[in-house]
């Protein structure tokens, strides 16, 4: 099919909106009427047609809106794009990897052209064509890591392999769920999770580091994980959280529906050739709850995950103040029919 | 008694030990204040030590009750200075025409272990092979998120960010590149409704 | 997950005799296309079908990372082996098929470095040809102590020197020449990153003299892989299915678990990178631990094995299989 691509905005009038395309699409978190930390990892293969798990990056109606929005948040602040100087290397990985694969899964809207290290890049959707060397920095507008990125939605990290850990040295980032690139870059794995409650007793990170330490070439894993918020703001960041903060106090019953917003993570996990660092991307889908609860299976679900969830989650996931109301809201779309298995609607 | 027993906290917060002599070419030390008291041990601990030690070492508060027993030291280089970033240049210096082997000493406060681990890592000094010893004030220094300044010798919790004004509270997550804990907005969801400021550890 | 990594189907393209113990070999992709590109200082791990046994040996890439034409490894002759060598010496002729793993790095240069610092000795040179490659095309700094038996036998020897005469220092074991690594060690500017790739020997002395002369163990980096040795046949049950195999004496543990069909999972079949790490559920005897993997805690408390090179002498043991 053809995407449509909408024009429309994440921040102050928030025009932001899912098509009904965009809504069957959305990659529901929870495969149970319960949640709980766990390293839900799989290999990232293609998967159902359609689905967000289709394309090795999904391009879908919000990409163009998500690019201006990028562009606006480094506008007022360059700090959310960072790459310390070992990683200039991993940057042209990237490049590489998110052009081939633009290229091969969307070939109507991107094209690779390459004649040895001479390659020639076509953006459509933005009106983007750049000629440039591969591996000489002087070619491109910017950073590599920077120049893609601004290309690709979803936060990206990259993490640099050694001393048996994973180390933030680089990143994008301008649609996270709270936590500051510009603070925790040269963190390794376990410091920048510091802050997640209760996972680090869990084992969690051990697991999942060990796992991330012999991830392969050619062989990418996935994951989903989410979080609340408030309006369809991309950018909840902790450096604008005096601003956007308060907007957790306008719930009320009769906006519930309209205003919280589900945040779901599709992060995904690629070993990188050249520099053997890894790549983190973290594409971040939003859907108000009005439009969770026009799946059945999804409305009597998170009604069940949100209601049980343990009090340490929800205040970390930041939604804990509005937990009743929300709850509330959801509770009348659970008739306490059983939900089937899985993550797709029935 | 100016040793502190910091509780156990999350992973990104740093964690000291005791200054022990390891094997090196070189032994460069860098303490303020209390941390004095660390280098002292250190030199007592290992005889010959101080004879291929350059210290760089700030007294703050402490006046000369310090400085005069690290003189008695007699290390090769000794430096007494004002404040960190007086002394900032040297140390500097020190690290560039240093060669692998060189041995990394820091004591006393958080925020000039920080800001000298910083400087060490910056000169290829893996951070895991930098040894600390916490002495004297738990002061903390703080990066606002938000304007990003940095507020030195934080003791209450929450503050006033010394360049935004906003009330921050004060977080255990720390990063080694900024040398700072974070400090964020207390009262985002509720504007005006600021506890009242207790000290740290108190 | 499914064991070992993504595979290549690749046809033999060149074999060289480099000197009198060492071949190297060339492999093309079967059906044209191009080769993974890699880091310096990976790996691929070569299947060869030798009768109806399978061999699967970790060899270091040794051709420019950015060449995606062709991988090249070369290979010592050991007459003391298992056999992997030797079939890759006797049997391997252009033109045969063979599969290869995608590349593996457990190796890595550390891309901080503000100089990287090269030990090798003998067929240990290999990884190191990669990496030097890599470095050279962007400009890293880097410089080689190569220690060959004989000028004859230092594979590589001459044309890296002629190629980086600066960085590039040659020591002749039958001229009585040795690296003066404490001198060298000494030397070295803050930021230097130490590599060391050789026989066992050397590669313990030049980490204890590292240590002596106060280098981190973050900058101090080495790969050595353990070839499986023989040992005496033993008995091995899954815990799963109760199934009971028995591991051969030229056979280890994970060879034999794959012989019976077993889905073990795998990177370096070397005791180096983890990925086999396989519970016990149940043990009466004791282990032979070879690996660089588990602590000296997990080796005594006898919970864990690494069946690529750690065998077994006892009555019976049970694994989470």
Redesign the interface.
């Known amino acids: 099919m053809t995407i449509q691509f909408k024009d429309e905005t994440f921040h102050d009038d928030y025009t932001f909106r899912n098509s009904p395309w965009a809504i069957q699409r959305f990659p529901f978190p929870f495969h149970e009427d319960s949640y709980m930390y766990s390293v839900n990892l799989e290999p990232h293969l293609s998967l159902r047609p359609g689905s967000v798990f289709e394309k090795t990056f999904d391009v879908d109606e919000h990409y163009i809106s998500e690019m201006k929005d990028r562009a606006r948040v480094l506008a007022n602040d360059p700090l959310r794009c960072q790459s310390l100087p070992h990683m200039t290397l991993a940057g042209w990985d990237l490049v590489e990897l998110i052009m081939e694969a633009k290229a091969r899964d969307y070939p109507d809207l991107f094209e690779l052209h390459r004649d040895g290290d001479h390659w020639h890049w076509i953006n459509k959707p933005l009106g983007i064509e750049q000629r440039f060397t591969f591996l000489d920095d002087s070619t491109l507008p910017c950073g590599p890591m920077e120049y893609i990125t601004r290309q690709a939605q979803g936060d990206f990290a990259l993490l640099d392999q050694r001393e048996e850990n994973l180390w933030m040295d680089a990143g994008m980032v301008t649609t996270q769920a709270d936590w500051s690139l510009d603070f925790d870059i040269g963190m390794n794995f376990y410091e920048w999770h510091a802050p997640v409650p209760l996972a680090h007793e869990m084992g969690v990170f051990q697991r999942a580091l060990k796992f991330l330490l012999n991830l392969q070439q050619g062989a990418p894993y996935r994951r989903l994980n989410w979080t609340m918020t408030v309006n369809p703001l991309l950018d909840t960041s902790p450096e604008n959280y005096h601003k956007w903060g308060v907007q957790k106090t306008e719930l009320t019953p009769e906006n519930v529906g309209q205003k919280q917003y589900l945040r779901v993570e599709l992060q995904s996990f690629f070993r990188l050739p050249r520099s053997n660092a890894l790549v983190f991307p973290i594409r971040c889908y939003l859907i108000r709850l009005e439009d969770v609860v026009s799946v059945p299976k999804w409305g009597r679900r998170l009604h069940r995950v949100l209601r049980d969830l343990p009090v340490e989650l929800a205040t970390y996931k930041g939604f804990i103040r509005n937990r009743p109301m929300i709850v509330d809201f959801l509770s009348a779309y659970d008739d306490g029919a059983p939900t089937s298995p899985g993550i797709f609607p029935d | 008694m100016t040793r502190f027993q910091f509780p156990k906290s999350i992973a990104s917060r740093p964690v000291y030990g005791r200054l022990t002599a390891r094997p090196g070419s070189a032994h460069l030390m860098v303490a303020d204040a209390e941390g004095a008291e660390a280098l002292l041990d250190l030199a007592a601990a290992a005889p010959g030590l101080m004879e291929r030690a350059h210290v760089i070492y700030l007294p703050k508060t402490t006046g000369a009750t310090y400085a005069r027993r690290l003189e008695t030291l007699s290390p090769a280089q000794l430096y007494i200075g004002p404040s960190y970033p007086a002394a900032e240049p040297r140390l500097r210096k020190a690290l560039s025409d240093a060669h692998m082997g060189l041995q990394v000493y820091l004591a006393g406060t958080e925020g000039l272990m920080g800001q000298a681990m910083r400087e060490a890592i910056e000169a290829g000094i893996p951070a895991g092979a930098i040894q600390t010893e916490h002495r004297g004030s738990v002061a903390r220094r703080m990066q606002c998120v938000h304007c990003k300044g940095i507020t030195e010798d934080v003791t209450t919790d929450p503050f006033v960010c010394a360049h935004c004004g906003l009330n921050l509270f004060v977080r255990d997550h720390y990063s080694r590149r900024m040398a700072a804990f974070q400090g964020v907005c207390i009262d985002a969801e509720d504007p005006g409704d600021v506890p009242p400021s207790k000290e740290l550890y108190s | 997950?499914s064991a070992g990594?993504?595979k290549i189907d690749v046809t033999v393209t060149d074999v060289v005799e480099v000197n009198e113990l060492v071949k190297r070999f060339r492999f093309e992709r079967s059906d044209g296309g191009e080769m993974?590109?890699?880091?310096g200082?990976?790996h691929t791990v070569v299947e060869m079908r030798d009768g109806d046994v399978t061999r699967l040996n970790p060899y270091s890439l040794m051709s420019d990372?950015?060449d995606r034409r062709a991988f090249t490894i070369s290979v010592r002759r050991d007459e003391a082996g298992r056999g992997g060598s030797l079939y890759m010496h006797r049997q391997v002729r252009i033109g045969d098929r063979m599969v290869l793993s995608?590349?593996?790095?457990l190796f890595?240069l550390?891309?901080?470095?503000?100089k990287h610092l090269m030990i090798a000795g003998g067929i240990g040179i290999t990884p190191f040809l990669a990496q030097i490659k890599?470095l050279s095309a962007?400009g890293g700094r880097f410089e080689l102590h190569y220690s060959v038996r004989t000028a004859a036998l230092g594979s590589y020897a001459g044309e890296l020197a002629g190629r980086f005469p600066a960085n590039v220092h040659v020591y002749h074991d039958d001229q009585s020449q040795v690296i003066d690594l404490a001198r060298l060690?000494?030397?070295?500017?803050?930021?230097?990153h130490l590599y060391v790739c050789g026989p066992k020997g050397m590669i313990d002395w030049v980490i204890r003299t590292a240590?002596?002369?106060?280098?981190?163990?973050?900058?101090v980096h080495y790969e050595e892989f353990l070839a499986p040795q023989s040992g005496k046949p033993f008995e091995v049950t899954l815990a799963s299915t109760g199934r009971v195999i028995t591991v051969g004496e030229h056979q280890s543990m994970l060879e034999a678990l794959e012989a019976a069909g077993v889905d073990a999972p795998y990177?370096c079949r070397g005791g180096a990178?983890?990925?086999c790490e396989t519970d016990v559920v149940r043990h009466e005897g004791h282990f032979i631990h070879r690996d660089h993997w588990l602590t000296d805690d997990q080796k005594t408390c006898g919970k864990k094995i690494m069946p690529c090179v750690s065998r077994f002498e006892g009555k019976s043991l049970v694994i989470d299989r």
């Open positions: 997950m990594t993504r993974p590109t890699f880091s200082g990976a990372p950015r995608y590349p593996v790095n890595a550390d891309l901080r470095a503000k890599q962007t060690l000494d030397g070295q500017p803050l930021g230097t240590t002596d002369h106060g280098w981190p163990a973050e900058a990177l990178c983890g990925q």
